[in-house]
């Protein structure tokens, strides 16, 4: 596609509940980042796929969160009983290759709401 | 103390003004710099990237790097109220992970 699709663009979810999150990249971008955007706070870096691998989950909070990438394409940010800290936006990225310096295209995210 | 520091402002200035906007850092590994524009409820775009220490114009648009302090800045000349959006600082080492400021939001006021 033309930019970076993630769906639902909104999400509101009762407390314990579990969520998930996709992210449809640039076709041809073989690196994906998830981060997260709480209020008044910087965007916090999750995980990041190179194809179907992910080498760096370094940012995943908790074993409540989870992500997987297939066909080298499509990806799916899970939460499992999700808590109210959980609230936040998620957004995907996607780059042609691996390295922020190369720059990379956001999608608008998921603004995530637990209840 | 955060890796990226970001006035979160709000800044607020009448069309027509310099709108100046910086972060300072801590970590002497980035070398790659870069301001992102966030509208409200869209993903940030990047507006400005630069590569270690100097400073690079984009029409209205300036963005300079002090590496030796740690510092970066982004100015915005003749501003009009399209630019009316959060600011995004983000920087990097040599590798694919952006560190991001807190951002700051601005209004041009018309």
């Known amino acids: 596609g033309a930019g970076v699709s993630q769906s639902p663009s909104n999400k509101v979810t009762e407390k314990g509940k579990d969520v998930e999150l996709r992210c449809d990249p640039i076709?041809?971008?073989?690196?994906l980042y998830w981060y997260r955007q709480s209020l008044g706070q910087g965007l916090e870096f999750l995980i990041y796929?190179?194809?179907?691998?992910?080498?760096?989950k370094s940012g995943l909070p908790s074993d409540r969160f989870s992500a997987e990438r297939t066909g080298g394409s499509v990806s799916t940010l899970t939460i499992q009983r999700t808590q109210q800290e959980d609230s936040a936006v998620y957004l995907c990225?996607?780059?042609?290759?691996?390295?922020?310096?190369?720059?990379?295209?956001f999608g608008s995210g998921t603004r995530l709401t637990v209840v | 103390q955060k890796e990226v520091e970001q006035d979160p402002g709000p800044l607020s200035v009448p069309e027509g003004a310099i709108v100046s906007l910086n972060c300072t850092y801590s970590?002497?590994?980035?070398?790659?710099f870069m301001w992102y524009r966030q509208y409200s409820r869209k993903g940030p775009e990047l507006l400005m990237y630069?590569?270690?220490?100097g400073n690079k114009e984009d029409g209205r648009f300036t963005a300079q790097v002090d590496k030796s302090s740690k510092y970066i800045s982004l100015f915005i000349r003749d501003s009009q109220p399209s630019d009316s959006a959060t600011y995004l600082c983000?920087?990097?080492?040599?590798?694919?992970?952006?560190?991001f400021g807190a951002g700051t939001t601005v209004t041009v006021r018309a």
């Open positions: 796929f190179q194809g179907n691998s992910a080498p760096d």
């Open positions: 990225a996607s780059s042609l290759i691996a390295g922020a310096n190369y720059g990379y295209t």
């Open positions: 076709s041809g971008h073989t690196a």
């Open positions: 970590n002497s590994a980035f070398q790659y």
């Open positions: 630069t590569y270690s220490s």
């Open positions: 983000a920087m990097s080492g040599n590798d694919y992970k952006l560190s």
